[in-house]
């Protein structure tokens, strides 16, 4: 598995083809939902936007009208950093990030992790390790196995290049 690691003033990680396969696919489907497929509807787009003022619809709606555009924006810019780092073609290799680049990465990781905490219905305390075992049991060729596999992994490269970034 890849870890970032810093190297003078970049974050540095080698991924494997499948590691940047998943997260092209990742950081594509970040972009798709928050173009295509945007719908305040979908649970994944409230986690996303939240509401501001819970208890008044009205001072919500009024922010959001002001800031969800360049919300939308930011977070399809901070996939495209992913995707734009990512080594070309359908192949892996070495992906070197500037400070800035490094902090789009974290708050696209954070972004995806969250949307698929969303469809994967993980809590705040729900113990992944005993959801992949049970996923695991029931079917160990399931959606669901690859896409707990999938979140477990985006989590340890936030936290990789977290640690790279504050060494």
Same mark, same amino acid.
């Given at each position: 598995?890849?870890?970032?690691?810093?190297?003078?003033?970049?974050?540095?990680?080698?991924?494997?083809?499948?590691?940047?396969?998943?997260?092209?696919?990742?950081?594509?489907?970040?972009?798709?939902?928050?173009?295509?497929?945007?719908?305040?509807?979908?649970?994944?787009?409230?986690?996303?936007?939240?509401?501001?003022?819970?208890?008044?619809?009205?001072?919500?709606?009024?922010?959001?009208?002001?800031?969800?555009?360049?919300?939308?924006?930011?977070?399809?810019?901070? &996939?495209? $950093?992913? #995707?734009? /780092? @990512?080594? !070309?073609?359908?192949?892996?290799?070495? %992906? =070197? +990030?500037?400070?800035?680049? &490094?902090? $789009?990465? #974290?708050? /696209? @990781?954070? !972004?995806?992790?969250?949307?698929?905490? %969303? =469809? +994967?219905?993980?809590?705040?305390?729900?113990?992944?390790?005993?959801? @992949?075992? !049970?996923?695991?049991?029931?079917?160990?060729?399931?959606?669901?196995?690859?896409?707990?596999?999938?979140?477990?992994?985006?989590?340890?490269?936030?936290?990789?290049?977290?640690?790279?970034?504050?060494?």
């Amino acid at each position: 598995m890849s870890m970032f690691r810093r190297q003078g003033d970049r974050y540095v990680a080698i991924f494997a083809v499948d590691e940047a396969r998943v997260l092209r696919k990742v950081a594509s489907e970040v972009v798709g939902l928050l173009t295509d497929g945007f719908d305040h509807g979908d649970p994944v787009v409230g986690r996303l936007f939240p509401e501001v003022y819970p208890d008044d619809a009205a001072g919500s709606a009024e922010f959001r009208r002001y800031t969800e555009g360049d919300l939308k924006t930011a977070k399809i810019d901070q &996939a495209g $950093a992913i #995707l734009a /780092a @990512l080594p !070309d073609g359908e192949g892996g290799g070495e %992906v =070197r +990030l500037d400070a800035e680049a &490094a902090e $789009a990465w #974290l708050r /696209a @990781l954070n !972004d995806a992790r969250l949307a698929m905490g %969303v =469809r +994967l219905e993980i809590k705040d305390g729900t113990d992944l390790g005993e959801e @992949l075992d !049970d996923a695991v049991a029931e079917d160990p060729t399931s959606s669901r196995v690859f896409q707990l596999s999938v979140y477990a992994y985006l989590g340890y490269l936030q936290e990789s290049l977290l640690n790279a970034l504050i060494e």
